[in-house]
């Protein structure tokens, strides 16, 4: 496939890159600066800002899919959103956050007590843009919230997925390695399960 990845020189970014890459898909890789990002085959790289949709469409013309692995507190939702619209681009994966995963019916990890304050911010905006793309009905979108920790570690390819609530493993803890994040994110850019819906992904 033909993929637009935008925050390509994130931490989240990068690893879907190379999954992406790995799997044999082009790439388009845009960030507001790509210069110390390396060339490699299979990879076009282009600056834009994704809160621009009229600067940002021309750049996902042509794309069968977007995937968004930028930070909330600096992305625009109803920007992005159109953006894909004005390009044709059918499908926009999203990179999620924990906060707003249910640890108990109606009540979503960011409102629990002891939530710490210096994620509150991204978490909170995390939650807006989720609840602006399901208001949203001509995109086929997907919106991948990782666990509680996600962190660089192990691509093992062993994890599990789940819907609206925290996933945690048998010692009580959520976590998940930002590389099999990746792989999770890639196996639903090609085969489609959860179209206009949150999952989670957890071990």
């Known amino acids: 496939m033909k993929v637009a990845l ?3 020189s994130g931490q989240v970014g990068t690893r879907l890159l190379a999954e992406l890459l790995r799997r044999g898909h082009e790439v388009t890789g ?14 076009l790289l282009k600056s834009g800002d ?9 750049l996902l013309a042509g794309h069968d899919a977007v995937i968004s692995a930028t930070r909330f507190v600096s992305a ?28 108990a019916p109606g009540q979503a990890l960011i409102d629990a007590p002891g939530f710490p ?22 995109l086929d979108w997907s919106f991948l919230s990782p666990s509680a920790e996600f962190v660089p570690g192990e691509r093992s390819g062993r994890f599990r997925l789940g819907g609206d609530q925290l996933l945690a493993d048998a010692g009580g803890r959520s976590w998940i390695s930002i590389e ?15 179209s206009r819906q949150r999952f989670t992904i957890g071990y």
């Open 117 to 138: 304050a210096a994620y509150k911010p991204e978490a909170e905006a995390g939650r807006r843009f989720l609840e602006t793309l399901r208001k949203e009905t001509r």
């Open 30 to 43: 845009i960030a507001r600066d790509v210069r110390g990002i390396a060339a490699r085959p299979g990879l």
């Open 6 to 8: 935008i925050g390509v």
């Open 180 to 194: 099999d994040f990746a792989i999770a994110m890639v196996d639903e850019l090609e085969t489609p399960k959860h």
């Open 50 to 58: 994704a809160t621009r949709a009229a600067e940002l469409a021309p």
């Open 76 to 103: 625009d939702a109803p920007a992005l959103i159109a953006a894909l619209k004005q390009a044709g681009v059918p499908r926009l994966l999203v990179v999620g956050g924990a906060g707003s995963l249910e640890i």
